[in-house]
């Protein structure tokens, strides 16, 4: 609607330049390909006293002139009627053929003559029809110089130009008309982020009781999650984004809506919810990002999930809880763990173990199975992969993972 109203005098100008073109080449009113048969009937006008001269030439060369006595006789037409006269006569049968072929060749040059007189019969008298013929090309012409190459192409133009002319509503109605269809959108885009507003509060509200609960069983007991949906409230009643709400507010709607959403966090009792990205420690950030995922996992399915440190700071049985809901999520998905607490690598399908020792500084990734895997576990519990009671423990531990209904 802005653009419009700022485009009202260009538009405006547009309507009248089209309004005149088009009136311009109806007035003309070119037919199909016209240029072209203008150039053949001038270059022939052109000519017309040798064109005329020659035509009636043929044509007494062909069956005589009818003011003419003295070439009566002579035409070629009165030659072939005698000869052919000449050979019916005979009893020969062979010069008898041969009257018919005469009679055939007196047949064609009749023909001839006649189309000859039909010529000569729209020879116009005199120059004025070569005059009407060079004033129309001369208006086609001034078509073509304006608007197109040649005169079919004025036609593509003048059709084309009149869809535009009909899509142009310059009018003050029109204006109107579009003004209050937008006020209507508006309105009806302002309820339904209202309703959306609703939805989404509630399932906020809901989501975040969700996410503390499971927080609770990974060693965050006291740990309170929280997410705030507010409008995304604006002041300058010029931004192209402002939308008016039923409530009288204006709020910046975009293709999410109206709101404002932020996860808020306290990981302890008695402390003021603060944003989750300025209040969580990595840890705390990658248990909450857990909690979020085991919650959330039936709508994400089959994606690929990364947990750096989620484990940290914790140990026991916070630690199987936290290697129990790896577990659970990774029937959906693909969970990849940096982890260091065996009680969360017993969980899983596939143990690989990193290790520093490679040339110049690299890393070298290995997967660990079996005998192996369970050295690996009992070196992770305080370094006791080589101890009897270590590889006990770490089979224990091992075993009790695969035998776990998560």
Do not use: C
Not at 171 to 200: F, K, M
Not at 205 to 221: C, D, I, P, Q, Y
Request: glycine residues 8%.
């Amino acid at each position: 609607l802005a653009d419009r109203r700022n485009r009202m005098r260009e538009l405006a100008l547009e309507s009248d330049r089209l309004t005149f073109a088009l009136n311009e080449i109806d007035a003309v009113d070119p037919q199909p390909g016209e240029d072209d048969a203008l150039v053949a009937d001038i270059v022939r006008l052109s000519e017309l006293d040798t064109l005329r001269e020659a035509a009636i030439t043929a044509h007494a060369a062909l069956s005589g002139a009818p003011d003419d006595a003295e070439a009566s006789g002579h035409s070629a037409a009165d030659g072939l009627g005698r000869a052919k006269a000449a050979l019916e006569s005979t009893d020969d049968a062979k010069l008898r053929a041969l009257a018919g072929q005469v009679g055939e060749a007196l047949t064609v040059v009749a023909d001839a003559a006649g189309e000859l007189s039909g010529f000569l019969d729209e020879l116009p008298v005199d120059a004025s029809a070569l005059e009407a013929k060079l004033t129309r090309q001369a208006e086609l012409r001034t078509l073509t110089r304006k608007y197109a190459a040649d005169v079919d192409g004025v036609l593509q133009w003048a059709q084309e130009s009149r869809q535009r002319l009909a899509q142009l509503d310059v009018s003050e109605e029109g204006l109107t008309a579009l003004a209050a269809r937008v006020d209507e959108l508006a309105r009806e885009l302002a309820q339904a982020a209202v309703d959306l507003s609703g939805i989404r509060r509630k399932a906020a509200k809901r989501l975040a009781k969700e996410v503390t609960a499971e927080l609770s069983g990974l060693a965050m007991a006291d740990a309170q999650f929280s997410i705030d949906v507010r409008d995304d409230v604006v002041t300058d009643k010029e931004d192209p984004a402002a939308l008016a709400l039923p409530t009288g507010e204006l709020a910046r709607a975009g293709a999410d809506g109206v709101d404002q959403v932020e996860f808020g966090f306290a990981a302890h009792r008695g402390m003021d919810q603060l944003p989750l990205a300025k209040s969580a420690s990595g840890g705390e950030l990658s248990r909450v990002m857990l909690a979020l995922e085991v919650v959330l996992a039936a709508s994400a399915a089959g994606t690929t999930m990364v947990f750096d440190e989620v484990d940290a700071g914790v140990g026991g049985r916070a630690a199987v809880q936290i290697g129990r809901r790896l577990a659970r999520l990774a029937r959906t998905h693909q969970v990849i763990v940096v982890t260091h607490l065996p009680q969360v690598a017993a969980y899983a399908d596939v143990h690989l173990v990193v290790h520093g020792a490679g040339p110049k500084g690299t890393s070298v990734v290995r997967r660990v199975i079996d005998d192996e895997r369970v050295a690996e576990l009992a070196r992770m519990m305080a370094g006791l992969g080589e101890s009897d009671s270590g590889r006990a423990h770490a089979r224990e531990l091992l075993d009790a993972a695969q035998r776990d209904e998560i």
